[in-house]
């Protein structure tokens, strides 16, 4: 019997050997400099066109949110009105601290997608073609890399996982770790832990009484390592509650209803072809949304692929039951409360097969054999060769997304902050509407705050509570002249801008002695478009 804390069981002892002596191979000077060589392909590549992307609201509003709250309770109250834990605004609490820059949220971001590339890499079971487009495709590479937000951190957790699954028993406390973070990371990967948390546990009391060697301190380690588990979904859990007072997605669909369940299969689609119109305002688009036998054609070929890796994943329980488990569990969240979610989402459920892919691979347990060697072989061939076409179209993904972000601006935001600070009108106070773009401008900016008349109060990010309202542009402008005002009366004299996502109405313009002194049109956000207004 093996002595020590950390070893397991005699079994699972000679599972760690048998791990290392298959891992040689990989081992090798040459599959280190293979993933040192897609690693750094990647890292140039996509710091050369994260300097070209123009960071739009959703990256820009948890940059506000950490660096103006005070604290970390202060963090966790704010992040409340978010719909999400808080593992990657803490990151950026600590980084605010040091940098009054958003291009530093950039800088980490890259290093994190960096790293799961080179996770990737270096430890998956894929072959180096495979490696190589998955590395590029549209989910690695553009929206969880170009595109900064809280989903990059999530899947650097799920392949560390992966590379960690052969010898989950001997490292289980760092296996458990990793969920922890991993549940902290968005609603989606809260979603991907659970699944993976109850795969661990049927593996586990599955496999337990074939072990009769496992020693009582590795036991205890092992039940441990569940609790650990089982806080960090807890306390994401508690942190998605929402407040009483908020104003968005406020509800739950438990009733049958067509159209929601349509936009649930059309995210499981948009998982596997993610492929976007080559258009100007690509972002959530998809060639095969083009007719209505496109759409139907898409997803019988995506469903019939996700029922052919099903037969074979059924073989292994843990592959099968997880794969499940992520793919329902993520269909069931878009219906029930995101109606389909954004292709960010969708792109989870493809990280998820993945996933399954690579454990299915290196996981020993073949409990529910239902076909034979030859017809196994068959499968595993074509289950190869499907991958190897799919990420092929997530090339093809990929290049449409780069080239038009490279030569189009993503979104309006910095080249209006721009415009204000190289005219010296950074000291006056902006009345921003929409909120929920101005905030983008604030950011670059680097100011305090703006005026939000939608929640009519002070502030730089989005308090996404039901104070907020629907409100006129006339009402917009009312706001303004009060504020003008008010700032003429306290002597500070500075004036203002109103900035909006739309031009106003000439006659409004004349009425209320506006002037028009900015646009800045041609983003590939539709709505991150900006028109800069002073009173004369």
Known sequence: MTNGKNAASEGYAVAERVYQARSRPRDTLRVHWLALGITSAFFLLGAYLMSHHEMWRDEIEYW???RDSTSVPNLFANMKYEGSPTLWPLLLMLLTRVSHSPTAMQALHLLIATSTIYVFARYSPFSVVQKVLFSFGYFPFYEYAIISRNYAIGVLLIFVFCSLFER???KFLIVSLVLFLLSHTSAFALIITIALFFALLID??????SNKSFERSARYEIY?????????????????IPPSDLGIHVGWNFSFDIAPFRTALAALTAAYLPIPKFALHFLDTYAWQASAYLKGLALLLVCSFLAFSMIGFVRKPFVFFLFAGCTFGLLAFFYVKLEGGSSRHAGLLFIAFIMSAWLYRCHEQTNWSISSESSLKKWETLFNHSITLILLLHIGASFVAASIDYQQPFSMAK?????ISERGLNNRLIVGYPDYTTQAIVGYLGTSQAYYPQGDRFGSYVRWDNRRLEITEQEVVDKAHQLEAHELTDGKGQGLLIILNEPLRDDLVHASKLQKIGEFTGAIVKDENFYIYSLK
């Open 64 to 66: 506000l949110i950490a």
């Open 168 to 170: 989950r028993y001997t």
């Open 204 to 209: 586990f009391f599955a496999l337990e009484p």
């Open 224 to 240: 441990v390592g569940f609790l650990i588990s089982t806080l960090g979904i807890i306390t994401a859990v508690l942190q998605l």
């Open 415 to 419: 080249s209006t902050a721009k415009y």
